[in-house]
């Protein structure tokens, strides 16, 4: 008894296992493992959302997160069905080791400027701009703009500083894909040069320019194609001038609605021409004389038109320009245009032709009536 109690006193050192003193170290090590493995393993998001979960917003906590808050929104439909109800911290933390995990820190782009996720309106825009949209009536849109053409709206829009700071941010962000040796998605079929501004944590910004700008203008100047139910957008930038794109060709965009906001820098050239708006089946129709213009780009100002209004961008001769594009969409347009014939509302070449149609309408009818005024008289 005096021998068990001394050894208690006294632990022995560790029994050996082939021949050293390491075999309970390591069995020791190899459960800790097993234990973080266990904790991972109840680290899961489930395979389909909750589609009845309503997701808290993480917007609040932009300058803190390392990730978009509409991630976390999004991702909070995977979360486990007993994580779906505890505190907004709890799941943020439970998200955020998910992320952390999966996403190395040498794999994430680190923002440069994170005021830019939030929308601070006071900061982006001109006064004029702002007042315009707070008093939201046409008399107000149209006192800070010009119409150059109709169905083309230019205005100054975004504060110099705004570029600036976007302008870094989109570099910084391309020199980061750079280093990764990551291929980046570019914003359409015809830019080589530029970045989708949604891939890198302005979505939801982006979302609310939309709603609370854009939405407002469009209801006023563009109704007949859709723009009272704009529902999604597509933001992104394009690159011109050396080792960029040069100039765009002749089209239409994928789009309703266009705003097209030029950032800088030093440049010449680079003047957008339209050439009248144009249904699908008219889009390579001839241009008349009245829907030709060319508009030169001033930085901080923009152009505000209809997706389907044709045109490009002449050559950038010096220098390098970049723009900021929100390509602003209507599902509910895009179903019923499916079921519609007659785009003569907004198609110039349709009212060309409705015209027409009317005017021999008329004179047929004339002719008839003539033709009986004549009879009784033979």
């Known amino acids: 008894m005096e021998a068990s109690v001394d050894r208690r006193k006294h632990p022995q050192a560790p029994t050996a296992v082939n021949g050293n003193a390491n075999g309970v170290a390591s069995a020791a090590e190899e459960e800790e493992e097993a234990e973080e493995e266990e904790e991972e393993e109840k680290l899961r998001l489930k395979l389909r959302a909750n589609e009845n979960h309503k997701p808290e917003s993480y917007e609040d906590l932009q300058m803190q997160l390392e990730f978009s808050p509409l991630l976390f929104s999004s991702l909070e439909q995977y979360l486990p069905f007993n994580m779906l109800h505890v505190s907004r911290e709890l799941k943020l933390q439970y998200m955020r080791h998910i992320l952390l995990r999966y996403s190395p820190e040498g794999e994430r782009a680190r ?211 970049v723009n900021l594009l929100l390509w602003c969409r209507s599902s509910v347009f895009r179903e019923l245009k499916k079921y519609q014939k007659d785009f003569s509302k907004w198609c110039g070449e349709c009212q060309r032709e409705k015209k027409e149609r009317q005017r021999l309408a008329v004179g047929a009818t004339k002719q008839e009536l003539f033709k009986r005024l004549q009879k009784p008289t033979s």
């Open 111 to 321: 923002p440069l400027h994170r005021e830019l996720y939030t929308m601070h309106e006071a900061n982006f825009f001109v006064p004029s701009f702002l007042k315009a949209i707070a008093e939201n009536t046409e008399e107000s849109f149209r006192s800070i703009m010009a119409e150059p053409s109709p169905g083309i709206y230019t205005f100054e829009m975004l504060q110099p500083r705004f570029c600036e700071l976007l302008l870094s941010e989109v570099e910084n962000f391309e020199r980061w894909v750079h280093e990764k040796k990551y291929r980046i998605m570019r914003p359409n079929t015809m830019n080589k040069y530029g970045a989708v501004l949604d891939d890198f944590g302005f979505e939801t910004m982006l979302e609310k320019l939309t709603e609370g700008f854009i939405c407002p203008i469009s209801r006023v100047f563009f109704p007949e194609v859709g723009g009272s139910t704009l529902d999604s957008h597509h933001g992104f930038v394009v690159e011109y001038g050396v080792n960029r794109d040069v100039e765009l060709g002749f089209h239409v965009d994928d789009s309703e609605v266009t705003l097209n906001v030029c950032l800088g820098k030093q440049f010449s050239g680079g003047a957008l021409f339209f050439r009248g708006v144009r249904c699908d089946e008219h889009v390579h129709s001839e241009s008349q004389p009245e829907e030709i213009i060319d508009y030169s780009h001033v930085p901080g100002h923009a152009v505000l038109h209809r997706g389907r209004h044709r045109h490009g961008a002449r050559a950038t001769t010096s220098g390098q320009r």
